[in-house]
Structures are given as structure tokens and as C-alpha cells.
């Protein structure tokens, strides 16, 4: 974070963190990592770190979070990613330049539970940089400034958003029957494989469910 005048000069993930918290951040930080080659799609929902290189420390952190071992989904990395020091001392320079603030919500778990939310001047951060974005794409990694300030439903390439954040499905029971009903029936096995779920599940609860922009499909 640095000062251009009377404004603070932000980063992809301070904008993140000031319109969306801290689970925006992470969305970011993906979407940085998977279009730079470092975090790679292996299935639909399933990522891994494939290239270990690290040039903020929020990519760091997320990359420790998705690891270099197994798969790891969205809701995974978004959970490993709560405590770790680096996203909360985001937040903690951001209040110390007087951009968020905390906010109490009460729980019946955890009466003290504390969010961000941004300041008067915070806001102000942000609606300059709507109204004048940065002009070289290359530092926020493609898309991802777009999804820092508006969410990720805002990624231009719907496919690759689909891939990173939906719910991985999981695995079909492989039975010689069910096979051969897939077959007969000439289906696509990922798309017998959705019928399945919503089948066992059911109906719009499952579409619900599986759909994978949950909790932060909007923007600032």
C-alpha cells in the first residue's frame, strides 16, 4: 500500500479484502495463481500448486492452503485460509490506514465474532478505482481485479470460473449395472453423474448445493 496524494494506492488484494473480505481475497489470489500457471485445475473444483513461485504474500498463503499434495476444493482452501497470519495482518494494515473497521455480529456460537467492513475513506478507495482502473491488466493477473472489486460471477472467462470454484462432484458408484445404463442411454457420465445427485438429493436444494459461486457471488 502506498500514497498517490491524498489516496492510497492499492493492490489487487487490499481491493479485494475492502470489497469483499477476506474470502474475496482467496478468490482472487486463485485466480492470479491458476492464470499464471502456478496453481493448475485438475478437475472441475480441484486444484494444486504445480509451480512453486511467490510473489506476495497472500499468493504464498493461498498456495500453502491448496498444497502441492492431493487436490483441494474452494470451501477447502477458503477454511485452511481463516487463520492464517498473512490474510489477517491484510486486514490489520488496512485499519491502521483507516480504510476498514471492525464489525460486531453477534452469534449464539461466539458472541465476539468480528468482520471488516469498510470506512468512509475506505469506500472512497474503491469508487476511485472503479472509476479510473488500473490500466496495465498485468499486475492483478488477467481477470482478477474484476473479481477482487465485484466478485467472481464478474470473471470474463466463464469456463475457467466454473473450474476453479465449482463443487468437485463426488465420484459415481462404478457399478457394471449403472455403466451400462449410462452407455445405453448414450449420456454424457458427468452429466449422469449430476442427474444422480439431484436424484438422491434432490431437486433445487441439490442445484444449491453443488453450485459452486456460494457466498460471494456479488461485487462492491
Known amino acids: 500500500m502506498t500514497a498517490t496524494g491524498t489516496s492510497p494506492r492499492l493492490d489487487v488484494y487490499e481491493l479485494a479484502f475492502l470489497a469483499g473480505g477476506a474470502d474475496r481475497v482467496v478468490d482472487a489470489a486463485l485466480v492470479v495463481l491458476v492464470e499464471s500457471g502456478r496453481v493448475r485445475v485438475h478437475a472441475p473444483g480441484e486444484l494444486a500448486v504445480v509451480e512453486p513461485g511467490r510473489r506476495h504474500p497472500l499468493e504464498a498463503a493461498v498456495m500453502d492452503a491448496v498444497g502441492t499434495q492431493g487436490h483441494r476444493s474452494i470451501d477447502t482452501i477458503r477454511w485452511r485460509m481463516a487463520g492464517d497470519e498473512r490474510l489477517l495482518d491484510l486486514g490489520r494494515s488496512l485499519a491502521a490506514a483507516g480504510l476498514v473497521r471492525r464489525r460486531k455480529r453477534l452469534s449464539r456460537r461466539n458472541a465476539d465474532s468480528a ?51 465449482e463443487r468437485p462432484l463426488p465420484p459415481l458408484p462404478r457399478t457394471a449395472g449403472m455403466s451400462r445404463r449410462i452407455r445405453d442411454a448414450g449420456q454424457d457420465p458427468a452429466h449422469a453423474a449430476f442427474q444422480t445427485q439431484h436424484s438422491a438429493i434432490g431437486g433445487a436444494a441439490t442445484i444449491g448445493f453443488l453450485d459452486g459461486v456460494g457466498g460471494d457471488g456479488g461485487g462492491f
Open 115 to 165: 468482520g471488516w467492513s469498510p470506512t468512509r475513506a475506505g469506500r472512497q478507495a474503491l469508487l476511485q478505482v472503479l472509476e479510473q482502473p488500473p490500466r496495465n491488466p498485468a499486475l492483478d493477473g488477467g481477470s482478477a481485479l474484476q473479481v477482487a472489486l465485484h466478485g467472481r460471477g464478474a470473471m470474463p472467462d466463464r469456463r475457467l470460473c466454473s473450474e476453479i470454484f
